[in-house]
C-alpha cells in the first residue's frame, strides 16, 4: 500500500459508551471496549483491540467478534443525524477479505448511506494497521430512542441512561483518524 492515497478527518467528539455493552463496555472484563468517535464527514470512527480471547484461531480474530464491531460502528451513524435515535439491526452482511489479528490495534468506520422513515442502511469498513480493508459490511436499522431500547423499569432505565451511557473523553483519544481514500475500500 506504498501508493495508497490517505485521508484525514477530525474527531468532533467521542460517542456514548456503556459500563456492561460488549462492544463499547469500559467495565466489561470480557469484552472489547471499543472507543468511538464522531468525524467531521459524518461518519463514525472506532479504534479497538480484540483481545486474545476472542479469537477463532490462535492469533485472529472471530468472525462474529468482527461483525459486531461492524455492526456497532454503522448502527452508531445515525446519531450523527438524530441524536436522539439510535440503530436496532434488521439485516446485516459482512464480507471478510484478510484475516483479523487479535491484540493489535485496529480501527473501523462506518456511515449512513440511505436515512429514511424510521430505517436506514448502512456500510463500514475493518482496517488493518497498514490501512488494509479487513471487512466490509452493510446493514439494515430501525430507528429507537435508547430508553425503547432498554427493557428495564422507567426508573431503572432513567438510571441507566444516566449512569450508564455516557460520553466518556480520554487522554489518549485520537484527535482525527487517517483512512486510505474510497478506492481503496
Known sequence: MANTTWESFSVTQPQQTSADCFVCGVENESGLRARF?????????????????????????????SGALLDEVIGRAIILLDPEVWGVTVEFTVRFRKPIPTVTLLTARGRVTENGGRRFTGAGELYLPDGVV?????????KLPLDRIVDTSD??????????WRRRSLPDDPREFRFPTPTNR
Not at 47 to 57: D, L, M, Q, S
Not at 134 to 142: L, Q, R
Not at 156 to 162: G, I, K, T, V, Y
Request: charged fraction near 20%; glycine fraction near 14%.
Open 37 to 65: 468517535f464522531e468525524l467531521e464527514n459524518g461518519e463514525v470512527a472506532a479504534r479497538f483491540t480484540v483481545p486474545e480471547i476472542h479469537n477463532g484461531y490462535p492469533g485472529r480474530a472471530h468472525g462474529g467478534v
Open 134 to 142: 479487513a471487512a466490509t459490511a452493510t446493514g439494515i436499522y430501525i
Open 155 to 164: 426508573a431503572d432505565r432513567h438510571s441507566l441512561l444516566e449512569a450508564g
